[in-house]
């Protein structure tokens, strides 16, 4: 079982960074895929991006591709989640979530533990 914390949300103008951080807890956290998601008010949590157990392979939303980056730091047991360029439509709770699976996913089904979320609001 993995715990996940999320942090490093905030306001930022559109056209600014932010980077947001998740820590995991346990010794198996290379085990793990893991991934971001997003949920804006009154619509469906969104797959964000996914990085694969050791790092090599990575995944995005055609609509934060080139702008978001993830990585993985598995010594430290953390994600992170670099997002520049910001859009008003990046607006939302972002959340940390952790897969069993070997390969990335980009659908929640696969995905077994996430954080509680961290609000990221850009301002147009």
């Known amino acids: 079982q993995v715990q996940l914390v999320e942090s490093g949300g905030g306001l930022v103008q559109a056209g600014g960074s932010l980077r947001l951080s998740c820590a995991a807890s346990?010794?198996?956290?290379?085990?793990?895929?893991m991934g971001w998601f997003r949920q804006a008010p009154g619509k469906a949590r969104e797959f964000v991006s996914s990085?694969?157990?050791?790092?090599?392979?990575?995944d995005y939303a055609d609509s934060v591709k080139g702008r978001f980056t993830i990585s993985r730091d598995n010594a430290k047991n953390m994600v992170y989640l670099q997002m520049d360029s910001m859009k008003p439509e990046d607006t939302a709770v972002y959340y940390c979530?952790?897969?069993?699976?070997?390969?990335?996913?980009?659908?929640?089904?696969?995905?077994?533990?996430w954080g509680q979320g961290t609000q990221v609001t850009v301002s147009s």
């Open positions: 979530e952790a897969s069993g699976r070997m390969v990335i996913t980009t659908t929640r089904s696969g995905y077994d533990y």
């Open positions: 346990g010794r198996t956290f290379s085990s793990y895929v």
């Open positions: 990085i694969s157990r050791s790092g090599g392979s990575t």
